[in-house]
């Protein structure tokens, strides 16, 4: 009886837990010619929690790409992807929700006003305390072109889905639903899933659900598909199926990941022993199929080399098609049974992930360089980066932003992060930091408790909170700072060695924690470079002073072996041989290279440059010590020789810079730079510039363009006299001012503007000027680009009839020497007609050309066409005792590359219609830029 009763229970239970899973079913029929999926679909959700529930959400993704003002169309402009705000509306992808029922009752429903892809559902009746409700939707998916995210449909007629049909959010006593950022990091509950999908027999299916059914007709396949405890699924419809399978002994590999020049034979021996790899650390995978596809690697790719060309092999091709998958693997392995809110604790898998890509290198390919074969080439030898190991990389990428104040905690939303720290240096900095951990803990328990975390919180909802219990109570020293400082913070690491003094046996030593955290250091005593003593040093408020045996040592180092991501190296050690031993060696390289804290370094660079006509080609060499990273102390010398001037030219610069954490006012420098340049044929100019910088951002979101900047300077100007040149009194050719200004921008895809006030101050005169610029771009397409400036001496003692100073209309003199005019000093030709946008900005060359009291002028410009737009210049020009002059100017711009590459043709102004002018092309106008930092600026807007 008892027995009974029991199997009883039991069977009620199963059932029980059985009936409490969230399902979808779903029906599919897809129109590839007309890019649209028609959809029936039902939703069954279990609330779990003890509240009760009046209404619920849904996740309708497919809508985010449904118009410019999206979140997703929002994030992309920031990144500036133009490709979604270019496109058509039909390109875009939307849902249109036919019904949604319950019980065959249609329901009330509406989108999130600022989040279109959110559904909030109105139910009939409450949705009580371990109750469930079930809806049924009819809708139909646009889908997007796949330019934009990757998924969608591209050109030739291929489709790549992920979250394609709605889904119910999270409700864990409150709901966790929030918008595409093309971050791939939807949360929602697992569930049952059955897909029914009617599609063209001119493709091929494939998806990681097990198939339960197939049926063909004439020119349509129907398949049905099933998963349990599924939190996420792709789907792939593909004229050619270009992905494999291959069956392990725990589970098939199905992937189209690229590997070239691989055989078929290798590619599953490495696809096995990743299998392999993977199951002894975090048990039997919980479904059938792992799917890796070409472009979850493209979203995530292994950085480092992969930017040079593909002709340039630096590690053998297996070795390459092996991280990749491995890499693919282990997220989505972790991603499909690890259930956390990813968009707010994207860390934990990030860092599982790295700090295991980490342990395979270090398991099957130790002696593996950063360089690969690169590093065993007679050239590349000398260099320090030679010495760099394949896992050293992970705290080189994370140390660029690190340097350069661009760093965000790792606990911070993966939406409020910058484009670098999501792809790149938060997830390096989460698997470098399970690596301190573990090499605190003497390399047992990290690893441990991974694995343990990772096997039982399988396909359950946990938390970064419980795996922060569970890391804890595996060990008895105190971690809290792994969370508190090392997670939570922007703290940097950074200790140094401050004094020492010796007996026979022992030393006391004194450590500076510079990052005022509370993050343990490692110490290590060596003997003729090889390690005999290491020890923890743990609460180093400020200072600490502590005494070590001697173990006949000769040098102390502190973070010996670069485990932890430490902000400077260069000032771990000290030796104990005496007071001159601990000066760095000079070490000269020639080529940038990384840093090596054991030397003092300088790099030799070859310079070839063309700055303007008068030098000419340059040839000559830089001497500096600016390595890979961001130094904080900068020095640069730079001499040239010019064939065009047939001189010794150059420049030489140095400074220092000082990061500032916590405040708006992040960066501030202050140094001294000099020049000597031709400025005419056979005409030089010496500058020397002492400079004071204040750069400031929104401390609260490092993600908005929000910068401002102030600047002081002293210009002091030494020029040649031009002896064909008679200079007046007040004309001298050399002078000096002192020049402070204030710029405020906010550069943005759809919305840029920037405001600046400069003031100057020299002995003959002081003036002002306030510059505005705006750009728009409206929904047709269409751009409007407004440019304001206006200038006022507040005092003027030059020449009247000298303009070297004066405000000028079209062409700024340049006194201050700061623009890159290709031929400055240039009245005719075609270098005379390069555009600075300065001043007064007008293209066409009108009298009066400058002002010596005061000057006030609108640019403005429009789309015509694409890269076509019409531009109009109106003004107002005052001299000394002269009348105010009204001037304008029309013409055709053509924007080939925004600030980089224009053309500017005018066609009527106070001269006419000038398209009908002798020389004509004369008159037309030029911006071109051959800066490389300049062009850098193109690549860096897009990830910092």
């Known amino acids: 009886m008892r027995l009974r009763l029991f199997n009883c229970f039991l069977f009620f239970t199963i059932g029980l837990l059985s009936f409490s899973q969230n399902k979808i079913d779903l029906k599919a029929v897809f129109d590839v010619e007309n890019k649209q999926i028609k959809i029936s679909q039902t939703i069954v959700y279990y609330n779990n929690t003890d509240d009760t529930l009046d209404n619920i959400y849904l996740n309708d993704w497919n809508n985010s790409y449904s118009s410019k003002h999206t979140p997703l169309a929002k994030r992309l402009a920031e990144e500036y992807k133009d490709e979604f705000q270019l496109v058509k509306d039909e390109d875009r992808g939307f849902s249109t929700i036919e019904h949604i029922k319950q019980n065959e009752q249609r329901l009330d429903y509406d989108v999130l006003e600022n989040q279109q892809d959110i559904i909030k559902v109105y139910l009939k009746e409450p949705l009580e305390p371990q109750g469930s409700y079930e809806l049924q939707l009819d809708y139909l998916v646009n889908i997007p072109h796949a330019s934009f995210t990757r998924y969608g449909i591209t050109d030739n007629k291929d489709i790549n889905l992920r979250y394609w049909y709605i889904t119910p959010?999270?409700?864990?006593?409150?709901?966790?639903?929030?918008?595409?950022?093309?971050?791939?990091?939807?949360?929602?509950?697992?569930?049952?899933?059955?897909?029914?999908?009617?599609?063209?027999?001119?493709?091929?299916?494939?998806?990681?659900?097990d198939l339960t059914n197939k049926s063909q007709s004439t020119n349509k396949e129907t398949v049905t598909l099933s998963g349990k405890h599924r939190n996420s699924n792709k789907l792939f419809l593909h004229k050619y199926n270009s992905f494999k399978t291959i069956e392990t002994d725990g589970f098939s590999i199905v992937s189209n990941i690229e590997g070239k020049n691989i055989e078929i034979l290798d590619k599953v021996m490495i696809t096995e022993r990743v299998t392999e790899f993977i199951l002894e650390h975090f048990g039997k995978y919980p479904h059938k199929r792992l799917l890796l596809s070409q472009i979850d690697y493209d979203k995530d790719p292994i950085y480092g080399l992969?930017?040079?060309?593909?002709?340039?092999?630096?590690?053998?091709?297996?070795?390459?098609?092996e991280l990749k998958?491995?890499?693919?693997?282990?997220?989505?392995?972790?991603?499909?049974?690890?259930?956390?809110?990813?968009?707010?604790?994207?860390?934990?898998?990030?860092?599982?992930?790295?700090?295991?890509?980490?342990?395979?290198?270090?398991?099957?390919?130790?002696?593996?360089?950063?360089?690969?074969?690169?590093?065993?080439?007679?050239?590349?030898?000398?260099?320090h980066a030679?010495?760099?190991?394949?896992?050293?990389?992970?705290?080189?990428?994370?140390?660029?932003?690190?340097?350069?104040?661009?760093?965000?905690?790792?606990?911070?939303?993966?939406?409020?992060?910058?484009?670098?720290?999501?792809?790149?240096?938060?997830?390096?900095?989460a698997g470098v930091g399970f690596k301190y951990l573990d090499d605190f803990t003497d390399h047992t328990m990290v690893e441990n408790s991974i694995e343990s975390f990772v096997k039982e919180s399988k396909l359950k909802n946990t938390s970064v909170t419980e795996f922060e219990a569970h890391l804890k109570s595996q060990t008895d020293k105190n971690i809290d700072?792994?969370?508190?400082?090392?997670?939570?913070?922007?703290?940097?690491?950074?200790?140094?060695?401050?004094?020492?003094?010796?007996?026979?046996?022992?030393?006391?030593?004194?450590?500076?924690?510079?990052?005022?955290?509370?993050?343990?250091?490692?110490?290590?005593?060596?003997?003729n470079d090889s390690v005999v003593a290491k020890q923890w040093v743990e609460d180093i408020p400020e200072y600490k002073t502590i005494t070590i045996p001697r173990n006949d040592g000769d040098k102390l180092v502190l973070n010996y072996n670069n485990t932890i991501p430490e902000f400077n190296l260069r000032d771990n050690w000290k030796s104990i041989k005496g007071p001159f031993s601990n000066n760095k060696p000079l070490q000269i390289r020639l080529f940038k290279d990384l840093e090596d804290p054991n030397y003092s370094q300088v790099f030799i660079m070859p310079i070839l440059e063309f700055n303007n006509i008068y030098d000419g080609i340059n040839l000559?060499?830089?001497?500096?010590?600016?390595?890979?990273?961001?130094?904080?102390?900068?020095?640069?010398?730079s001499p040239q020789y010019s064939f065009g001037s047939q001189t010794v030219t150059g420049s030489a610069t140095i400074s220092k810079t000082h990061n500032i954490h916590d405040r708006n006012l992040f960066f501030l420098n202050y140094g001294?730079?000099?020049?000597?340049?031709?400025?005419?044929?056979?005409?030089?100019?010496?500058?020397?510039?002492?400079?004071?910088?204040?750069?400031?951002?929104d401390n609260e979101d490092f993600r908005s363009n929000k910068r401002g900047a102030l600047y002081f300077r002293f210009v002091d100007i030494h020029r040649d006299e031009d002896p064909h040149n008679i200079q007046s009194p007040n004309d001298e050719p050399n002078y000096s001012l002192f020049n402070t200004r204030f710029i405020y921008s906010n550069d943005n895809l759809i919305d840029f503007y920037k405001w600046s006030v400069d003031l100057q101050f020299s002995k003959e005169f002081s003036k002002v000027s306030l510059n505005y610029e705006y750009r728009h771009l409206f929904e047709n397409n269409h751009q409007i680009n407004l440019r304001a400036f206006a200038g006022a001496f507040l005092r003027n003692d030059n020449d009247p009839n000298s303009d070297y100073f004066s405000f000028a209309l079209d062409r700024p003199t340049d006194y201050l020497f700061d623009y890159n005019y290709l031929g400055r000093s240039e009245d005719t030709g075609i270098f005379s007609q390069q555009y600075i946008p300065a001043e007064g900005g007008f293209k066409s060359k009108l009298q009066p050309a400058f002002a010596n009291q005061w000057i006030t002028t609108l640019n403005a410009s429009t789309t015509l066409w694409r890269y076509i737009l019409l531009y109009g210049d109106v003004g107002l020009v005052k001299n000394k005792y002269q009348d105010p002059e009204f001037v304008y100017g029309t013409g055709i711009r053509v924007n080939l590359v925004t600030d980089y590459f224009e053309l500017y043709f005018p066609i009527y102004s106070n001269l006419g219609w000038e398209v009908s002018q002798p020389n004509y092309s004369e008159h037309i106008r030029f911006i071109f830029t051959i800066d490389p930092q300049s062009l850098l600026g193109l690549f860096r807007r897009r990830w910092f």
């Open 169 to 209: 959010t999270v409700y864990d006593g409150e709901w966790q639903y929030y918008s595409n950022k093309n971050l791939d990091d939807l949360f929602i509950p697992k569930a049952d899933v059955s897909l029914e999908i009617e599609y063209p027999n001119t493709h091929t299916l494939i998806s990681d659900l």
């Open 306 to 321: 992969n930017i040079l060309p593909n002709f340039i092999k630096t590690h053998p091709a297996s070795f390459d098609y």
């Open 325 to 383: 998958i491995l890499k693919i693997a282990l997220y989505n392995y972790l991603e499909n049974t690890l259930l956390i809110n990813p968009r707010d604790e994207q860390w934990l898998i990030d860092g599982i992930q790295i700090f295991y890509m980490m342990e395979y290198v270090d398991k099957y390919y130790p002696d593996m360089k950063f360089l690969g074969s690169i590093a065993d080439f007679w050239a590349a030898r000398p260099f």
């Open 386 to 429: 030679s010495d760099m190991m394949y896992n050293d990389k992970y705290i080189l990428a994370y140390m660029v932003m690190a340097r350069t104040n661009r760093d965000q905690p790792l606990t911070m939303a993966k939406d409020s992060l910058l484009k670098y720290n999501v792809n790149i240096a938060n997830k390096y900095k």
């Open 481 to 527: 700072w792994f969370f508190s400082d090392y997670l939570d913070t922007r703290k940097f690491i950074d200790y140094k060695i401050q004094k020492v003094s010796k007996t026979e046996d022992s030393i006391t030593l004194t450590i500076k924690n510079k990052g005022k955290n509370q993050m343990p250091v490692s110490l290590y005593t060596l003997k």
């Open 620 to 637: 000559g060499l830089k001497a500096y010590n600016k390595t890979l990273l961001r130094r904080m102390f900068y020095y640069k010398i």
């Open 672 to 697: 001294i730079s000099g020049s000597y340049k031709s400025y005419a044929e056979d005409l030089f100019v010496r500058r020397i510039t002492p400079s004071f910088s204040l750069l400031y951002r």
